[in-house]
C-alpha cells in the first residue's frame, strides 16, 4: 500500500511554455501534500506545502506565481511551472501525507524530471 | 545552519567491504524523526528506516544497521558486506514537530561499490 505516483515521469518543453505535474495517492487519502525540486547532484529541497481545499504555503525564496500549486482533492495535487525557462529544468518529486496516520509520515512519488529547452 | 549535514560527499568501496554513511542533525525539539533514503540512479527515493527521538535503540536489518546516539546528534548508517546494487545516493533527513514535521535532507552521500 501507500502508493504515490507522478506523471509524466519526463517532460521536455520549449521555453515559455507551461507545464503540468500530477502527484497521487493512489491507495490513501492524503490532506497534505509536499513538493520537492532536486538540481543533479544536489539534495532535495522542499517547494512548497499543499493542503487540500486550501492555499499552498511556500517555502522561503520559491515563487509562488511561477509554481502554481492546486490540491483540489484528497488523492490528487498538481504543480505547474508557469513560463518555464531552462534554469527550470529540474527533477521534481511529490510526496504525501495519509491523514490518518502519524503526522510525520510522508510516501514519496517517483519524481518527474522536467527539461525547458 | 545546516540542520543535516553529511559530511561525506562521496565514498567508493570494494564489493563486501563494509562502510558506515554518517549523519548529525541539530534540533531543538524534543520530537523528532530521523530517516534515511536511498536514491538510486533512477531517481526514485527509497525509504530505508524511521527513528523516532525516544527510541534510541540501534537496528538491523539484514546487511543493514543503523546507530542512534542523542549525545552526539547522530544517526549513522552502515551497510554490511557490500554489494554492488548498493551504489547510490544516500539522504539522511529530519523531521520536527516544531517544523509541522517538514522533511529536511542532508546533502547526501553517493557510494559507489565497485566489484
Known amino acids: 500500500g501507500a502508493v504515490v505516483s507522478q506523471h509524466p515521469s519526463r517532460v521536455i518543453c520549449k521555453s515559455g511554455t507551461s507545464v503540468k505535474i500530477e502527484c497521487r495517492s493512489l491507495d490513501f487519502q492524503a490532506t497534505t501534500m509536499f513538493w520537492y525540486r532536486q538540481f543533479p547532484k544536489k539534495s532535495l529541497m522542499l517547494m512548497a506545502t499543499s493542503n487540500e481545499g486550501s492555499k499552498a504555503t511556500y517555502e522561503q525564496g520559491v515563487e509562488k506565481d511561477k509554481f502554481l500549486i492546486n490540491h483540489a482533492s484528497l488523492t490528487l495535487s498538481t504543480l505547474t511551472v508557469t513560463s518555464a525557462h531552462p534554469e527550470d529544468s529540474s527533477f521534481y518529486i511529490c510526496?504525501?501525507?495519509?491523514?490518518?496516520?502519524?503526522?510525520?509520515?510522508?510516501?514519496f512519488g517517483p519524481g518527474t524530471r522536467l527539461t525547458v529547452l | 545552519a545546516q540542520k543535516v549535514t553529511q559530511a561525506q560527499t562521496e565514498i567508493s568501496v570494494v564489493e563486501k567491504e563494509d562502510v558506515t554513511l554518517d549523519c548529525v542533525y541539530e534540533t531543538r525539539d524534543t520530537t523528532y524523526y530521523l530517516f534515511w533514503y536511498k536514491q538510486p540512479p533512477s531517481g526514485e527515493l527509497v525509504f530505508l528506516i524511521r527513528r523516532n527521538s525516544f527510541d534510541e535503540q540501534n537496528e538491523i536489518s539484514g546487511r543493514y544497521s543503523w546507530n542512534f546516539q542523542k549525545s552526539t546528534s547522530s544517526f549513522n548508517f552502515t551497510i554490511t558486506a557490500s554489494q554492488v546494487v548498493d551504489s547510490a545516493v544516500y539522504f539522511c533527513?529530519?523531521?520536527?514537530?516544531?517544523?509541522?514535521?517538514?522533511?529536511?535532507f542532508g546533502k547526501g552521500t553517493l557510494l559507489t561499490v565497485n566489484p
Open positions: 533527513a529530519l523531521s520536527e514537530a516544531g517544523s509541522n514535521y517538514k522533511l529536511t
Open positions: 510526496s504525501a501525507r495519509p491523514w490518518e496516520t502519524s503526522t510525520d509520515t510522508q510516501y
